[in-house]
């Protein structure tokens, strides 16, 4: 049965100014009594959320379509005019791989050229941070992606980003959440193109930022020396393709294998499930191809590459997978030693991690006494403080767990281009010393602490699942556990209330990050697991972190084994397992 206020929004889709194969498309889902289907597509608008859209392609006024697309982007139209009257506004709109995007992305543009703006379009897909990038370098107002990140290939969706490169952040993501929010019908949208006021770019863009990263190399000897380093790169059917193997080619690298099944861009992601470098399954190819060579290292980026997987060989010489957490220390452990060794360290530098990401980026940061900064999940966040810290403090590079770095502020997003750069030229520096990158991390865990982290997610799905998950960060919120992993919960931080409570003394104080709805709790022994509501997929996620000291090299094994049976048992304790 469905209910009657959907009913009602299919009636105004089957009556109204829409096309005809979106008509047939409900009339069909009606005439085979598909009435789940059609709830979940009718029972709600796409929300506009701080980041833009994203969801399942399809017709419906909860799927993305060119109507849903349509009015989300005359709503940002609207704002654009009103911020910056008397200007010629100008974005630029790239897209990636996936089914649509190329679509979107060209009714999109049509949109904004209606609507009086200029538009600076790529010809052909393209990364997410050169989207970002070419915001700042052709002087635009705002840009757009299409893409959906890493989620599944039914899936789509719209990023909207300000001035500075960056997505979104207050008070503007609201402000065209309202603006959006204004738009109740398609009629008020203008898909009639003004073609003089689109621009095609291609690749003159591509060589302005492939110059920023190759200004970022530090260690050019190092590679030099190890140029025949044996890496393994999979673009996973993504952007990835276009710049990660000319970008290693220029910092010197001259022994890379593309991952030919997976080369060809394919919004179908016809050799994986998830085109996810954070899913082992995604990675079989890229390890099968390093086995067979005997690679050093394996690199592979996720569709629209603002993300990057890598894998290394352990001390038995297994490849395994590094988690974000582990590339993104490594990342930050290397990039200030290095600024270190070349005396670029001048008390005025800061790294950036979000507050789900591990804690051991800020020991090494207090190491070197450089400034870390913490922010809320979302690289917008990290580029918002950047703009804060403009001109007085220097950004050396930031992270977060999701498999997202940014070196340098030349992108304002994650940018796993220049990320598969720096991480290839620090496997060269660690061959350079006589090291694999696995035997680098597990140095760094003797000098500070063994940091094991693990990510649970659980997916609860259309209108009852995000019903669940709200009912699970309010059990959470009203009945916090008192131990986790036989130690005492010693402090809860509610992101949400914006509170930090001491719990032996019942002190309350203020968190100063923005609200979000965030829980985490802090053990006696240094433990940290948050809950976090995925803003972008149907998900609860609970990121956990367990330390321990490392006695030597030759303890990591024992160590690891100790750090995973206290993972399990806060499992346990969390009911989770």
Not at 178 to 207: M, R
Not at 255 to 281: L, R, S
Not at 406 to 431: N, P, T
């Amino acid at each position: 049965m469905i209910e009657p206020s959907v009913k009602q929004k299919i009636d105004q889709w089957l009556a109204g100014n829409y096309d005809e194969a979106t008509k047939q498309e409900i009339s069909g889902m009606l005439e085979r009594d598909e009435h789940e289907a059609l709830s979940d597509a009718f029972y709600k608008d796409l929300e506009f959320g701080t980041g833009g859209l994203r969801g399942i392609m399809g017709a419906g006024s909860n799927r993305m379509n060119r109507y849903t697309l349509g009015m989300a982007t005359q709503g940002l139209c609207n704002y654009l005019k009103q911020n910056f009257p008397g200007e010629q506004v100008k974005v630029a709109i790239a897209h990636d791989c996936r089914n649509n995007s190329d679509v979107f992305a060209r009714i999109a543009a049509e949109i904004f050229s209606a609507n009086g703006i200029k538009v600076y379009l790529f010809e052909a897909l393209r990364p997410t941070p050169e989207l970002s990038f070419a915001i700042r370098h052709l002087g635009c107002q705002s840009g757009v992606v299409v893409t959906a990140s890493h989620n599944p290939k039914e899936y789509n969706g719209y990023k909207v980003y300000w001035n500075d490169g960056a997505q979104v952040t207050t008070p503007h993501d609201k402000n065209i959440i309202s603006e959006v929010n204004k738009i109740t019908s398609i009629d008020e949208v203008k898909f009639e193109p003004n073609p003089e006021l689109i621009e095609l770019i291609s690749t003159e863009l591509d060589e302005a930022y492939m110059q920023q990263v190759q200004q970022l190399s530090i260690s050019q000897e190092a590679i030099q020396r190890q140029h025949d380093l044996k890496i393994v790169f999979s673009s996973i059917h993504g952007t990835g393709i276009v710049l990660v193997p000319e970008v290693l080619k220029r910092f010197g690298f001259t022994n890379v294998h593309v991952v030919q099944e997976q080369a060809e861009p394919n919004g179908d992601f016809p050799t994986v499930v998830y085109p996810n470098p954070e899913e082992k399954e995604a990675m079989t190819l890229a390890l099968n191809k390093a086995r067979e060579i005997d690679a050093d290292l394996v690199l592979a980026t996720d569709p629209d590459s603002d993300r990057v997987g890598i894998a290394v060989k352990n001390q038995d010489g297994e490849f395994v997978l590094l988690n974000g957490n582990q590339t993104g220390a490594l990342l930050i452990n290397y990039l200030l030693q290095a600024w270190q060794k070349a005396n670029k360290l001048t008390g005025k530098e800061y790294v950036v991690k979000t507050i789900v990401t591990t804690d051991l980026i800020k020991e090494i940061a207090d190491s070197y006494n450089v400034t870390m900064y913490e922010t809320l999940t979302g690289f917008k966040y990290i580029a918002q403080l950047i703009r804060e810290k403009e001109g007085q403090e220097v950004y050396i590079g930031g992270g977060e767990e999701s498999y997202g770095y940014m070196i340098g502020d030349f992108v304002r997003d994650k940018d796993a281009i220049s990320a598969c750069a720096l991480i290839a030229e620090m496997a060269a520096v660690a061959k350079d010393n006589g090291q694999t990158l696995f035997e680098m991390m597990v140095e760094m865990y003797t000098k500070y602490n063994f940091y094991k982290e693990e990510l649970v997610s659980f997916t609860k799905k259309g209108q009852r699942g995000a019903e669940e998950i709200q009912q699970m960060m309010a059990d959470m919120r009203s009945n916090p556990p008192k131990q986790l992993g036989g130690s005492d919960v010693v402090e809860v931080h509610d992101y949400k209330m914006s509170t930090r409570k001491v719990l032996l003394s019942g002190e309350e104080h203020k968190l100063l990050l923005e609200s979000s709805n965030v829980l985490q709790y802090l053990t006696e022994d240094g433990t940290k697991v948050s809950a976090r509501p995925s803003g972008t997929e149907p998900k609860i996620k609970f990121y956990i972190s367990v330390k321990e000291p490392l006695a030597s090299t030759e303890a990591y094994e024992a160590t690891e084994q100790k750090l995973n049976q206290k993972i399990e048992q806060i499992l346990k304790d969390l009911k989770l397992k």
